[in-house]
């Protein structure tokens, strides 16, 4: 999706002078908005859900905003800290792609099969471009670990770089250890600042066009392919859903990024530590049909 770019006024002594804005500052400025105030001055949002909101959600933490204008329509626990899970993959999906160079040739090492619960196989190779679909649709351990030594070159070094881009993107309550969120106490973020990278990530087409695919054939360098289902089951569940990340470990329980658009109103929602793989889509889809719900009541 390409920005366009925008005019500010600079005042100085001879009068106002019109300064352009990047494309960056517009994209890094839209990712951090989150406007806590415009909508509770019409109504109050929390007593509207709990009239006409989802009941006994089980998730422990969620944050959910309008995109254009940033509005917050539901948070709960936004600024705890909180394991990631695979939600990790998204930074990691983010630098492989404007880092690395997707036609470059990637081979699964013995370094980095490590976690060996995942869909690639050692000795496996793929371009660059294909194993970041193969790891976002699947959300494959290995892979991440393979892109992140091809790209960092080595695991410390990517982590390193993320860690730098979360400073940049203002996640000032996350830290990473790894490259695709398996358990560690020192990999750690909060729905505001994973609401954050998803917003950032969702403005690279590249990025948004993966995490919008519910299948794909993805082939390897030998020939062969991989059939593979996104992860994301509202993808194909929830009208108008068109991302984002799925993720679980024991630790962080289940977790889900989610993006859905209807009516010209664009949702995103970061749930946090859900008790089930069915709960975190449940609770994901009766959010977003409760914030839909809110921006019709609040564009009246």
């Known amino acids: 999706?390409?920005?366009?770019?925008?005019?500010?006024?600079?005042?100085g002594g001879s009068g106002a002078e019109e300064v352009p804005r990047s494309a960056e500052e517009i994209r890094l400025e839209r990712a951090g908005r989150i406007d806590s105030t415009s909508l509770k001055a019409v109504f109050n949002p929390d007593s509207l859900m709990e009239s006409d909101g989802p009941k006994d959600l089980t998730a422990e933490?969620?944050?959910?905003?309008?995109?254009?204008?940033?509005?917050?329509?539901?948070?709960?626990?936004?600024n705890k800290r909180m394991f990631p899970a695979s939600l990790t993959k998204m930074m990691t999906c983010l630098l492989a792609l404007e880092k690395g160079n997707p036609d470059d040739s990637v081979y699964i090492?013995?370094?980095?099969?490590?976690?060996?619960?995942?869909?690639?196989?050692l000795g496996d190779g793929y371009l660059l471009g294909n194993l970041v679909r193969e790891m976002m649709l699947l959300s494959d351990n290995d892979a991440a670990y393979a892109i992140a030594k091809h790209v960092g070159g080595d695991t410390l070094s990517f982590c390193r770089m993320m860690n730098e881009k979360a400073a940049y993107l203002g996640m000032d309550s996350t830290h990473f250890a790894n490259p695709n969120g398996m358990p560690n106490d020192s990999n750690y973020t909060t729905a505001r600042d994973l609401m954050?990278?998803?917003r950032y990530c969702m403005a690279d087409s590249v990025f948004a066009e993966i995490v919008g695919t519910a299948f794909m054939d993805i082939p390897l360098i030998d020939k062969r392919h991989l059939p593979s289902d996104n992860?994301?089951?509202?993808?194909?569940?929830?009208?108008?859903?068109?991302?984002?990340k799925t993720g679980f470990?024991?630790?962080?329980?289940?977790?889900?990024?989610?993006?859905?658009?209807?009516?010209?109103?664009s949702l995103y929602l970061v749930l946090l530590r859900s008790k089930s793989q069915t709960s975190r889509f449940a609770e994901s889809a009766a959010m977003l049909d409760y914030g839909f719900r809110v921006m019709a009541a609040y564009r009246q």
């Not at 944050?63 to 254009?68: I, K, R, Y």
């Not at 329509?73 to 936004?78: P, T, Y």
């Open 1 to 11: 999706m390409l920005l366009t770019g925008t005019m500010i006024v600079a005042c």
């Open 61 to 78: 933490a969620w944050l959910m905003v309008e995109d254009s204008t940033g509005l917050l329509i539901s948070e709960k626990n936004a």
């Open 109 to 121: 090492t013995d370094d980095v099969y490590i976690a060996k619960n995942s869909r690639v196989r």
């Open 196 to 198: 954050v990278l998803s």
């Open 231 to 244: 992860t994301n089951a509202l993808l194909q569940s929830y009208e108008g859903c068109f991302g984002v």
């Open 249 to 265: 470990t024991r630790s962080a329980g289940y977790c889900l990024a989610s993006a859905a658009r209807r009516n010209g109103v």
